[in-house]
């Protein structure tokens, strides 16, 4: 069965640097996402991407965030400048483009420690 | 903006047990809504889902109700067993525009032995 895959699985890193999430989703997926949680906490979306563009952001998701889909397979994250509240788990996520169908395929998450 | 729990609510079941774990929505226009399963260091995975025309489906083992007067969904989870500990969260969305997921805050489901 096809899964979205992310790497690394654990990234840890000192404030003020860049970090850059991967993520390789459903081969013939459309619709990408990145997810946070928060130790503890829910769930929080990030940013949606579709067509080659941002199509959502949250509130999270300010000028220190950006994403990319390099080459049609992967889809990264990067941090520019990271901070100590940046530190949790980040989730990578894609949907297909079924009719009707919504559901969102997750990845097995990137931990990031921000020191 | 949403409020976010330090602590997630816990369920404690005994094996063989029904379980059931309710989960408030937040946007009425929401007309889809998901059941995730987050066991510890995994990504959620899906569960079950419901279109805002229902009020319930059945899938194996489990079943989501939703009432959309009060904003409420719930899971039940029949014969509950040792593999069903996890952190269960729903998730609502709509079936336009960029399907983003807004997450309800998570119960942990522990099965006692």
């Known amino acids: 069965e096809p899964e979205v895959t992310q790497t690394p699985s654990h990234q840890v890193t000192q404030m003020g640097q860049e970090v850059i999430l991967r993520c390789v989703p459903i081969?013939?997926?459309?619709?990408f996402y990145w997810y946070r949680q928060i130790l503890g906490q829910k769930v929080e979306f990030l940013v949606s991407?579709?067509?080659?563009?941002?199509?959502?952001k949250s509130e999270i998701f300010d000028d220190q965030f950006s994403v990319e889909r390099p080459d049609g397979s992967n889809f990264t994250l990067k941090i520019r400048s990271t901070k100590l509240e940046d530190s949790a788990m980040y989730f990578c996520?894609?949907?297909?483009?079924?009719?009707?169908?919504?559901?969102?395929?997750f990845g097995p998450g990137t931990r990031l420690t921000v020191t | 903006g949403e409020s976010v729990g330090l602590h997630l609510p816990t369920l404690s079941v005994q094996e063989g047990d029904n379980s059931i774990i309710n989960c408030a929505y937040s946007n009425s226009a929401s007309d889809y809504f998901i059941w995730y399963k987050q066991e510890s260091g995994k990504g959620p995975q899906f569960i079950i889902d419901i279109r805002s025309n229902m009020d319930k489906r059945q899938g194996q083992r489990v079943t989501v109700l939703l009432n959309k007067t009060v904003k409420h969904l719930s899971l039940q989870i029949a014969a509950t067993q040792p593999g069903d500990s996890a952190v269960y969260f729903c998730a609502e969305t709509l079936s336009s525009g960029t399907y983003k997921y807004i997450f309800g805050t998570g119960t942990r489901l522990k099965v006692l032995a």
């Open positions: 991407f579709y067509n080659n563009e941002i199509s959502e």
């Open positions: 081969s013939n997926h459309l619709y």
């Open positions: 996520a894609s949907k297909g483009l079924r009719l009707h169908s919504y559901e969102q395929y």
